[in-house]
């Protein structure tokens, strides 16, 4: 088991950026696959992107261009980096991480795009 903590959330202009980090308690070399989600109000929970023990990433196609997806083996972090924010991309993020058949979730931080 590991605990997911999520940072960097908060309000930011449409076209502005902003980096969201999730720092895990323990090695993330071992887990099977760490992804970002997102909920906006009234919409179920989305598959932002994920990543691999060996950095290959897939994202949903409503950010791919605009969104990356990065992790710091040392450090026991993932981020995401969000550019060319929209009102859209509004939500809670939450950070998600799976060994085996044992997942975990963050508890999540708001991400609020307006102007």
């Known amino acids: 088991q590991v605990e997911l903590v999520e940072s960097g959330g908060g309000w930011v202009q449409p076209g502005g950026s902003l980096r969201l980090s999730c720092v895990a308690s323990?090695?993330?070399?071992?887990?099977?696959?760490m992804a970002w989600y997102r909920q906006a109000p009234g919409e179920q929970r989305q598959l932002v992107g994920s990543?691999?023990?060996?950095?290959?990433?897939d994202y949903a196609a409503s950010v791919k261009g605009r969104f990356t997806i990065s992790r710091d083996n040392v450090a026991n972090k993932m981020y995401l980096q969000m550019n060319s924010l929209k009102s859209d991309d509004t939500a809670v993020y939450y950070c998600?991480?799976?060994?085996?058949?044992?997942?975990?979730w963050g508890r999540g931080t708001q991400v609020t795009v307006s102007g």
């Open positions: 990543i691999t023990t060996d950095g290959r990433t």
């Open positions: 998600y991480c799976r060994r085996g058949v044992v997942y975990d």
């Open positions: 323990r090695s993330i070399m071992d887990l099977d696959i």
